[in-house]
């Protein structure tokens, strides 16, 4: 019997928000979407501001140098 083994990753590769949720894509497929009232500092930025994000330790990180914010993607996951 064969079985599949699929290689999580904790690494994100890109950032998409609407008005509601932010959505972190992994790099092993993944997509994990989380409410923006979880991040009162992103919930009250601009559009603008939120496109300025950055992937920070090989995508372990998400940094807003803008709005002084950095998000562990580990910890999403948790």
Do not use: C
């Not at 083994?5 to 949720?21: D, G, H, Q, R």
């Not at 995508?59 to 562990?72: C, F, K, N």
């Amino acid at each position: 019997m064969n079985t599949l083994t699929v290689k999580k990753s904790y690494n994100a590769i890109n950032v998409l928000f609407s008005n509601t949720k932010m959505t972190v894509i992994l790099e092993d497929g993944r997509e994990l979407s989380v409410p923006l009232e979880w991040f009162p500092r992103l919930r009250k930025a601009s559009v603008e501001q939120l496109s300025k994000w950055r992937l920070i330790g090989r995508g372990e990180g998400i940094h807003w140098e803008e709005l002084d914010e950095d998000i562990s993607i580990e910890k999403l996951l948790d």
